[in-house]
């Protein structure tokens, strides 16, 4: 859910026309380890459930964009994970991050224009001698803006 959250998210403030730099995504991944004829095989799981959260080795979350990973949680059960099988790990949540990513383009692949009525950040710059007049007399001016 919290990975599902991570994409829900994404599509929330697209659909609301907040201009994102890029779409965020993100996977649960696991992790499964066993003896197999006197060594450790290790297998990672995509997309798990409870079931594998629990009875597998590691919980692996990854969330980011095309181009970069923006989040990462790992728990693990285990001593310690070979950096080699963190790495297959680490390129199987992406390949499946792109999945979930070209899903999201397909329902919505830009911001929906932003309704008259939501709120908005405006700036503007205050010529230095003008400064004076936006504050007024003892902050006036400013503390009724």
Do not use: H, W
């Not at 919980?59 to 310690?80: C, I, N, P, S, Y």
């Not at 099988?85 to 499946?96: P, W």
């Not at 003008?130 to 803006?145: A, C, L, S, T």
């Amino acid at each position: 859910t919290s990975m599902g959250s991570v994409c829900a998210s994404t599509m929330s403030l697209l659909n609301a026309g907040v201009p994102l730099r890029a779409p965020v995504a993100g996977i649960a991944m696991g992790l499964i380890s066993g003896d197999v004829d006197g060594s450790t095989e290790y297998v990672a799981i995509t997309d798990i459930l409870g079931a594998e959260d629990a009875f597998g080795d590691m919980d692996f979350k990854v969330a980011g964009t095309r181009e970069f990973v923006t989040a990462l949680q790992l728990d693990t059960k285990l001593d310690g994970i070979p950096a080699e099988v963190l790495g297959k790990a680490l390129q199987q949540a992406r390949d499946a991050r792109m999945t979930i990513l070209d899903v999201m383009n397909e329902a919505i692949d830009a911001p929906d224009e932003m309704a008259p009525t939501a709120p908005r950040v405006i700036s503007i710059t205050v010529p230095v001698d003008k400064i004076g007049e936006v504050i007024g007399p003892k902050g006036k001016i400013i503390n009724q803006i």
